[in-house]
């Protein structure tokens, strides 16, 4: 059941003159927001857009982006290395790129045959990158995008990339299940299987459970080492966006309009979900703060919702949006909300300290 409209008119827009939620900045990049990734230290963000522009904004406070470089047919993926020196993105024109934050030195480039680099992702440490082309998982010296490892083509398009918290394992979400791959020598491989496809992948932050939003309308995890296996249905539609809390006890998931909420505490196992209802459309992105408590949501409604889940089923602020939002990402040290749309434009908003 959606909320009243009594109820709506309650909740705040970001903008409107009682809102909490202040416009820290807004820019436009001149074409759709694909990805978005901040850096560790919170001072840069970067940008991957739809007609190939990778953006990079180098200082918050300035609020001015640059465009560092290019992928024919559009840039797909964008990630920093741990110490924010260096940006990485991948594209449509099959080249996986690195450039210097700082400038003083020329983008380095390398040509992956097998498709176009549709993910990457950073080692904890910051010496590797994992680059997803197609079937094909591969990692790369961070400094110098040299191959250091090329694993077996995995049995379709890998969706996703996330290594685990502590670096030991990178799991690569594809048909069949996940694949857990070691990225250091021996190079192992591990699958957790699943007859369906798997959309997306996140670990809990320690590390104990994995998760996957499934093509199929259901959520997959598996409890580690042992591998224990158990499915959550029910979703209106596929799952591409799953999101662990900072403790670990949420893990909030799409699927349809509602954010559904699977308490990890004491389940979920045998326990109903939560679901905190007030989008009308289909959820596109979801992101927790990394030790605060609010969680993000926006969807195809144009809307960016901000709620608090331990204080109120409804959202604590809502910002209406004035095309559809594609990407989203808090800022390290959960200060700022960075927003992504389709018509290019780039929003980075300020929660005040009374929604936390």
Known sequence: MSPS??????????????????????MDIGEHVVALAWSRDGGALALAGADGGVHLLDSVAGARTTRVGEHAAGALAVAFSREGATLISGGQDGTLQVFARDGLQPPRRIVMEQAWVGQIACSVDGTRVAAAAGRHVSIHDARTLDVVHQFAPLPATVEALAFSP?????????????????????????KLAWTGACLSVAWRPDASVIAAGGQDASVQFWRLPKGQHAAMSGYATKVRNIAWNGSGRWLATGGGSDVVLWDFKSGPEGRPPRSLRYHHERIVGLCWQRKGPLLASIARDSTLLLWHPGRSELPVARYQLASLPTAIAWSPDDS?????????TLAIIQPEPVLQ
């Open 5 to 26: 409209n009594a109820a709506r008119a309650a909740v705040p827009a970001i903008g409107d003159a009682d809102s909490r939620v202040p416009l820290h900045a807004r």
């Open 336 to 344: 700022l909300l960075a927003l992504g749309g389709e018509d290019g």
């Open 166 to 190: 502590n670096g030991r394992q990178l799991a690569a979400a594809s048909y069949g299940g996940l694949q857990l791959l070691t990225p250091f020598s021996p190079f192992t491989t591990r």
